[in-house]
T-cell receptor
């Protein structure tokens, strides 16, 4: 399976600032996704990162708060904007293959704490 | 949209016993059902999956069963070992979107 890395692995940020998280894959992948996992909770899909076009956001998530870029088939960024303590979470990217097999593999995650 | 419910939220078993985790889904169009294991501080790892055209799949000590009519699927772990202790998540998706909707998770503790 693909090797997925994320930067940074963790960060502590001040309220009102923004943080950009990078996701790098060692091979070209069709699909990339961004998830949020709040402490002790399940994973919630934020958006599908589409290569060459705007991301597709899930209900409750908006582009102004979570802008996403996907310039090519191996890289994506998620920005958490104007942060508040409620944004403290683990943010994970995942990659999937197209076709009938829909398995996804996750990056190591970025642990964000907002003070 | 899809909604996935998972039970139980916590499960404690003795080493060597079996463990069963159950999930139900709401969208009859969902056709792919993976299970993930997440150890503390680690990323979720895909451990087994099943597609809607299959009723059961087995991989060594783990198996997954799917009942499309009832819209539920289950994870079965036999001969549990302490290293099976983790949080397990079920998920559901459709081929058209590939979006995974996750259950709430089950904390499995295997007591030696």
């Amino acid at each position: 399976s693909a090797v997925i890395s994320q930067k940074p692995s963790r960060d502590i940020c001040q309220r009102g600032t923004s943080l950009t998280i990078q996701c790098q894959v060692d091979s070209q992948v069709t699909m990339m996704f961004w998830y949020r996992q709040q402490p002790g909770q399940s994973l919630t899909l934020i958006a599908t990162a589409n290569q060459g076009s705007e991301a597709t956001y899930e209900s409750g998530f908006v582009i102004d708060k979570f802008p996403i870029s996907r310039p090519n088939l191996t890289f994506s960024t998620l920005t958490v904007s104007n942060m508040s303590p409620e944004d403290s979470s683990i943010y994970l990217c995942s990659v999937g293959t197209s076709g009938s097999f829909a398995g996804q593999f996750f990056g190591p995650g970025t642990r964000l704490t907002v003070l | 949209g899809e909604n996935v419910e998972q039970h139980p939220s916590t499960l404690s078993v003795q080493e060597g016993d079996s463990a069963v985790i159950k999930c139900t889904y709401s969208d009859s169009a969902s056709n792919y059902f993976p299970w993930y294991k997440q150890e503390l501080g680690k990323r979720p790892q895909l451990i087994i999956d099943i597609r809607s055209n299959v009723g059961e799949k087995k991989d060594q000590r783990i198996a997954v069963t799917l009942n499309k009519t009832a819209k539920h699927f289950s994870l079965h772990i036999t001969e549990t070992q302490p290293e099976d202790s983790a949080v397990y998540f079920c998920a559901a998706s459709g081929v058209a979107t590939n979006k995974l909707i996750f259950g709430t998770g089950t904390l499995l503790a295997v007591q030696p």
